[in-house]
C-alpha cells in the first residue's frame, strides 16, 4: 500500500547524513558520557572505600 524504507535503510541514510566526527572527541553522545564517566568515579570510590576498610581490620 504505502512504500517505507527498511530500518536498515532508514539507519543508512541517518548515518550518511551526519557530519564526521571530530578528532580527539569520543562520546557523541552526551548522556553517554555521563554514564561512562559516573561509572567510572562510583568504581573508584568503591575500591578507595574497600582498601580503607581492608586496612582499617588489617
Same mark, same amino acid.
Request: zero cysteines.
Given at each position: 500500500? $504505502?512504500?517505507? &524504507? !527498511? ?11 551526519? &557530519?564526521?566526527?571530530?578528532? @580527539? &572527541?569520543? $562520546?557523541?553522545? @552526551?548522556?553517554? &558520557? $555521563?554514564?561512562?564517566? !559516573? ?6 570510590? +568503591?575500591?578507595?572505600? @574497600?582498601?580503607?576498610?581492608? +586496612?582499617? $581490620?588489617?
Amino acid at each position: 500500500m $504505502f512504500y517505507r &524504507k !527498511s530500518l536498515e535503510e532508514r539507519i543508512a541514510d541517518r548515518v550518511a547524513a551526519r &557530519k564526521p566526527l571530530e578528532e @580527539g &572527541k569520543t $562520546f557523541e553522545h @552526551g548522556p553517554a &558520557k $555521563f554514564v561512562f564517566v !559516573s561509572l567510572l568515579v562510583a568504581v573508584v570510590l +568503591m575500591h578507595v572505600v @574497600g582498601v580503607a576498610i581492608v +586496612m582499617a $581490620f588489617a
